[in-house]
């Protein structure tokens, strides 16, 4: 079964660990590469188009759960980054 990539406001969430940073992601894609071969014969790719991917499976690199990952939303920076500089602040001028 096809697993949901993440997207601007969701992550990836092993539900066994809760890792929310590493992942081992194999993937399916159908892509078109333009292909440069210089004097050599070296190639190299020049343009790439994905016509399809499907990511097949996510494996925690944590412990090894695989079909345990879920979506779960992605923390606000601007309202973690505002309490935490308000936390500060705050907390700085009462010791001071």
Not at 44 to 71: F, G, K, P, Y
Request: glycine content about 8%; charged content about 25%.
């Amino acid at each position: 079964m096809p697993v949901p990539l993440p997207t601007a406001t969701t992550r990836w969430r092993c539900t066994l660990c809760g890792n929310l940073t590493r992942f081992d992601v194999t993937r399916s894609s159908r892509v078109v590469e333009y292909v440069h071969l210089d004097l050599g014969g070296e190639p190299s790719v020049e343009e790439t188009e994905v016509l399809a991917e499907t990511v097949e499976s996510v494996r925690c690199r944590w412990c090894n759960a695989v079909d345990r990952i879920e979506l779960v939303d992605r923390p606000t920076a601007g309202a973690d980054g505002n309490s935490s500089t308000e936390s500060a602040a705050g907390s700085g001028s009462a010791s001071g």
